[in-house]
């Protein structure tokens, strides 16, 4: 897969937090050969020597807020198709495989160098799921509306209660945009995660009916992708900026958008590591 060209910056204007770090879209890099311009040798010498502002190389540092241990994952699927089309059915029950297959999986070992005194990082579970087709957006939601209902769905019991572990992910119903930030799905993200005074952990995960949220991928490979970005980036840092964050790069996952690799048979993304100094 190709890697995104360049780091998205951090989105001014959020509800709660100008912190939020978004799964950015895919941009493929173009390759063009320097022959093919007419340029020579001095030139090709001109033009990779660095900026005099390169930004420092990626490091993520603890700011001593919460990490999640112990993740629970809980899966809303929000929207008619989610209850009534065979493929988006279908679909949902291969979202829920991914997360139990994942959530014990080296993808989360692999986070172990970011314990710190408070929080050791182990397995997870999907502690449950659910299809909500009651007040579902038609085709333009914002962040502070998701929040509202997700805090009617718990004060409801129509989910369960939030505990420090728990971080409820929201799939959206195809031809719904979200818009967070003063940026839009599939226009300036493909999904972020967020929380609800410093709680009520949630990732918002949007259809990728668009090129730049599939990235060539298959709908599912696309979405376990995103998926994984956000679970590793609110285990690690669930009230952004708080946990692990790089102050120019951003999450765990941000740092590595569009690296994929397969783990227990799911496309996921790479993540940042400080020991390896390398996406892993
Ligand atoms: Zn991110």
């Known amino acids: 897969m190709v890697k995104q060209a360049t780091i998205v910056a951090p989105l001014k204007g959020v509800t709660n937090s100008e912190f939020i770090r978004i799964a950015p879209l895919h941009h493929p890099k173009t390759k063009v050969e320097l022959k093919d311009l007419g340029q020579d040798a001095d030139d090709a010498e001109l033009i990779a020597t660095p900026l005099p502002t390169a930004p420092p190389p990626p490091h993520l540092v603890y700011n001593h807020g919460p990490l999640i ?4 994952v809980y899966t809303i699927f929000w929207g008619k198709n989610w209850k009534s089309a065979p493929a988006f059915v279908k679909l949902e029950q291969n979202i829920n495989k991914f997360f139990k297959d994942i959530v014990v999986s080296s993808l989360i070992d692999q986070l172990a160098e970011y314990n710190t005194p408070a929080f050791t990082i182990k397995h997870g579970s999907l502690s449950g799921s659910k299809v909500i087709t ?10 502070a509306v998701i929040q509202q209902q997700l805090k009617a769905w718990i004060a409801a019991n129509t989910v369960p209660a939030w505990d420090k572990n728990t971080l409820y992910f929201i799939y959206l119903d195809k031809g719904v945009t979200v818009h967070m930030g003063g940026g839009a799905s599939c226009t300036a993200f493909c999904g972020y995660h967020n929380h609800i005074s410093k709680k009520d952990y949630y990732a918002v995960m949007p259809f990728p009916g668009c090129a730049g949220c599939l990235g060539g991928l298959s709908v599912l490979n696309a979405i376990t992708g995103t998926s994984s970005h956000e679970l ?23 740092i590595c958008a569009w690296a994929f690799k397969s783990v227990a048979g799911h496309n996921v993304q790479k993540e940042w590591s400080n020991s390896m100094n390398a996406c892993v």
Request: hydrophobic letters at 30%; charged letters at 20%.
């Open 232 to 254: 590793c980036e609110a285990i690690t840092d669930p009230v952004p900026g708080t946990g692990w964050y790089d102050s120019v790069h951003g999450e765990i996952g941000d």
């Open 69 to 72: 241990p112990q993740v629970k």
């Open 134 to 143: 009651a007040n579902a957006p038609g085709s333009i939601i914002t962040d």
